[in-house]
């Protein structure tokens, strides 16, 4: 229902009848409602799906992108239930292809863009000694070349209109390393500096109208410990370790407990309001990113930081 690939004919539905860095102030406001239109990749589950529904739920036009037919189908149908113009797209957004078609259909169909969120993203890692270099490029092609496609898709459009915002999702995990997650931390640390770069860019050539937000969730109950599901088949999965498996299953456990996708969306929402940089979800990792940074400045190891996973499973 209302989804179609980004080389298919153009289907819309109509339904029926946060702590952060204050970015610098000018240019016109975020249309965060009716006539304003947002297009969110990895919007089928968790995250995503939550920031769909806000936004139709504010008047916004959202276009859903995500990769996975079948549950975007049942994601679309579900939003287009708040109210507004809703489509959903089949892309991968680690092809630049793919996400420059989806600019296109975009603009076809609903006119400028006032909200981007590249959100979509997946999990996988291992220990680096076994990282194979095709799980390298999977984790890195949507977590960070899907961010980077989607500003070179969009930014454009924004420039010309002189206004827009760009929500990247990145993590936590981006200013923090964790053992076992290095292909994961580093495409979200890369995200960070890119968002941190682009939002330089754009104050710097006088593009005030055009916000940048960072999105770093702590734990949040979303399927990304999953996406596995999602791998592409040439990608090698790494050999079994029982051990390391057994703490998959603790944290898919924990994962479940976690801060509720719906609480994030809300908070991106009053954070694009408050004109937010650096958005997060909650508060227990101030001290260990305080504690990252004060080893920074004194050149000191960086902090152990097994016992966040403690915190998830407690």
Known sequence: MGVVSVTGRARTVHPPGATG????????????????TAVVTGAASGIGLELARSFAGLGMNVVMADIEESALDAAVAEVAEQGSGVRGVVVDV???????????TVREVFGPVDLLCNNAGVGGSSPIAALDLELWDWVLGVNLWGVVHGIRAFLPGML??????????????????FAGMAAYDVSKAAVISLSES?????????????????LCPGFVA?????SRRNR???????????????????????????????????KVVAALREGLFYIYTDDDFAEPIA???????????????????????R
Do not use: C, M, W
């Not at 102030?25 to 409602?33: A, D, E, M, Q, T």
């Not at 996400?99 to 296109?104: D, I, K, M, Q, T």
């Not at 979303?222 to 999953?226: A, K, N, Y």
């Open 21 to 36: 860095t204050r970015l610098q102030s000018g240019g016109p406001k975020l249309n965060l409602g009716a006539g304003g």
């Open 94 to 104: 680690s092809s630049s292809e793919a996400v420059v078609a989806l600019a296109r």
């Open 160 to 177: 010309e209109q002189g206004s827009g915002h760009i929500v990247n999702t990145a993590s936590v995990a981006g200013l923090l390393g």
């Open 232 to 266: 592409p088949d040439h990608v090698v999965e790494v050999e079994p370790d029982p051990a390391r498996e057994q703490l998959r299953e603790e944290i898919l456990r924990g994962y479940g407990e976690a801060l509720n996708p719906s609480a994030v969306a809300t």
């Open 198 to 214: 682009l939002h330089h860019e754009l104050v710097a050539t006088g593009a005030t109208g055009i916000g940048v937000s960072v």
């Open 222 to 226: 979303t399927d990304i410990v999953r």
């Open 291 to 313: 504690e990252r940074n004060r080893a920074v400045e004194s050149g000191a190891a960086p902090p152990r930081l097994g016992y966040l996973f403690e915190h998830l499973l």
